[in-house]
């Protein structure tokens, strides 16, 4: 019994990482478009901008820091797609970066048709992410800590929660410096809405993937 819990929980975290990759790349490519970024990366950004280091490497701090402080607060909401999620997708968006940067024409040189491309296949990739790893309950990363506490606090859904927390990511991280325009806004006002009717959808993906039942969906197992 001991090995098929063992078993189980490994298949789980397993089926976490893919989402990490897909949602460091969506969020480059949200950013390549310079009309602003997610609130999460824009916060990341102002680090960045504050600290003179890549956003990876900011990305990478910042969820260090989420993690061990909501470790020691909120344990429920921490497990292992939160530490997949802090310490891998910082060092993905950089190795992305390597690739995309000699290839990847200046903003200043993009078509305004170019850009709304950018924005759409950014964010579609960021939220089939997020829409995917979070029914597997196994941890989260930081801006979806943040909007579930948010929730808790306001007795609404994940999708309220979130747009909250990147409402308050989003002004700090200008605070700080970031640039910002219409796709933060897009994310600020639409990411919510959006993951809080995907989800529901793709719970039975996520899973089969994760190899779950309902009943296995609580994060601090």
């Known amino acids: 019994m001991e090995n098929k819990k063992v078993i189980s929980y490994l298949r789980r975290c397993l089926a976490i990482v893919p989402s990490v990759p897909v949602a460091a790349l969506g969020v480059l490519l949200f950013v390549a478009a310079d009309w602003g970024s997610d609130p999460l990366t824009t916060f990341e950004i102002g680090l960045s901008n504050v600290f003179n280091v890549q956003l990876g490497t ?38 992305f970066s390597m690739f995309l940067n000699p290839i990847m024409p200046e903003a200043s040189e993009l078509s305004i048709a170019a850009k709304v491309g950018l924005i759409i296949v950014g964010s579609i990739l960021i939220i089939i992410s997020l829409s995917y790893y979070i029914p597997i309950g196994l941890g989260y990363q930081a801006s979806d800590i943040f909007a579930f506490v948010c929730a808790d606090i306001v007795h609404k859904s994940y999708g309220v929660g979130l747009m909250i927390s990147y409402a308050i990511l989003f002004v700090l991280g200008v605070i700080m410096g970031a640039p910002w325009g219409i796709g933060t806004l897009v ?14 959808i793709f719970e039975p993906f996520s899973y089969k993937i994760a190899g779950m039942s309902s009943i296995e969906t609580t994060c601090g197992e």
């Open 58 to 95: 900011a990305s990478l701090a910042f969820e260090g820091i989420v993690f061990i402080f909501f470790l020691l607060v909120r344990r429920d909401l921490v497990n292992f797609g939160t530490l997949i999620w802090c310490f891998t997708i910082g060092p993905f968006m950089n190795l």
């Open 187 to 200: 994310a600020v006002l639409g990411f919510g809405k959006i993951i809080d009717w995907l989800m529901p």
